[in-house]
């Protein structure tokens, strides 16, 4: 099952741990970073669902990590931040929200509130025809591909998708939110659950089998170089 995964990037071991507790709690998958530098690394290099960003850190600030975050390529440009601070005057507010963030919590803060926050800024986050359009009851339609999940069966072009338990999984996973990107250590946590023990290269090889049974339409899971895999969707 797909956990969401929040990076914390707080200097303050206490804190980090409490919110990485209720995070687990309610669902999440959590990652901490003690510093703006270690957070830009995990970004780059790992799937960040949303990141709670403290404004005062050792080396570049909150404010300035923010900044750098918004200026990277798409698609981790877009990762919903929400400022986790002691500070709660309104300049400062403004001006974590000016440099890029989607929300602010002030210290000490309700867990219920924060959870609540997280969810609010993934769902905003998430792109427009991703928001209910395909999924229809136990089904997931997108074009000319059928996922039904009641019978677990896949349909292409009105003809059975002779699909394995894997490539099943990880066809709904892309099909779900078209147009996110999933790195393949992501998709293997989602279809497999966490920790278990298979390789990246294992994604690719499930990757080209679907894509040889959807034939002319294979180029509808698109490669993203040094990130992963996305499905782009179709209209028909």
């Known amino acids: ?115 609540s926050r997280i969810r609010a800024v993934l769902r905003r986050g998430e792109p427009p025809e991703s928001r209910g359009k395909a999924r229809n009851g136990n089904r997931l339609v997108s074009g000319s591909i059928v996922l039904d999940f009641d019978c677990h069966q896949a349909i292409h072009d009105g003809k059975p998708m002779e699909l394995t338990v894997t490539e099943f999984r990880i066809l709904a996973l892309l099909m779900e939110r078209p147009g996110r990107v999933y790195s393949r250590s992501h998709i293997i946590e989602a279809v497999r659950g966490y920790g278990y023990s298979v390789t990246p290269r294992s994604v690719d090889v499930q990757i080209h089998g679907i894509r040889r049974k959807l034939g002319d339409d294979s180029h509808l899971i698109e490669t993203v170089r040094g990130l992963g895999y996305k499905f782009i969707g179709e209209d028909k």
């Open 1 to 115: 099952m797909y956990r969401p995964n929040i990076l914390i990037v707080e200097d303050d071991t206490d804190i980090q741990q409490l919110v990485s507790f209720y995070l687990i709690k309610s669902g999440f998958s959590a990652s901490c970073a003690d510093t703006g530098e270690q957070a830009l690394e995990i970004i780059a290099s790992e799937d960040v669902s949303c990141v709670l960003l403290d404004l005062m850190l050792p080396g570049i600030d909150g404010i300035e990590v923010c900044r750098k975050i918004r200026a990277m390529p798409e698609p981790l440009c877009s990762v919903p931040i929400i400022m986790l601070t002691a500070r709660g005057e309104d300049d400062d507010i403004v001006t974590g929200l000016e440099a890029g963030a989607d929300d602010y919590v002030s210290k000490p803060f309700s867990p219920k509130v924060l959870i």
